[in-house]
């Protein structure tokens, strides 16, 4: 059974930092492509970062320099950096795990930046 479970979400104030986790098990996690996405109240999923299983990263233009992807493949987690954190960033974050056909979304976790 796959499972991709993220935690660190939560509240914080404009300008500040916060450090998504998410823990996979299920998928041999070294050959998936690892991702963040999110998703703000009325709006459509999208992309805030992927890195690939040679570590190779890529964000959304907007984010850069803000947001940091690693991951970890001997713990099977990939980690979000979050920097200077704005009140647009406010939406639930997603994990999801690529691999050839195979597409897999954690339940996510919210994060709420004040102003």
């Known amino acids: 059974q796959v499972q991709l479970v993220e935690s660190g979400g939560g509240l914080v104030q404009a300008g500040g930092s916060l450090r998504l986790s998410c823990a996979a098990s299920g998928i041999t996690f070294s050959l998936y492509v690892m991702g963040w996405y999110r998703q703000a109240p009325g709006k459509q999923r999208e992309l805030v970062a992927t890195?690939?299983?040679?570590?190779?990263?890529r964000y959304a233009d907007s984010l850069k320099g803000r947001f940091t992807i690693s991951r970890d493949n001997a713990k099977s987690t990939v980690t979000l950096q979050m920097n200077s954190l704005k009140p647009e960033d406010t939406a639930v974050y997603y994990c999801?795990?690529?691999?050839?056909?195979?597409?897999?979304w954690g339940k996510g976790t919210l994060v709420t930046v004040s102003s």
């Open positions: 999801n795990a690529k691999y050839s056909t195979l597409n897999y």
């Open positions: 890195i690939t299983n040679g570590a190779t990263t």
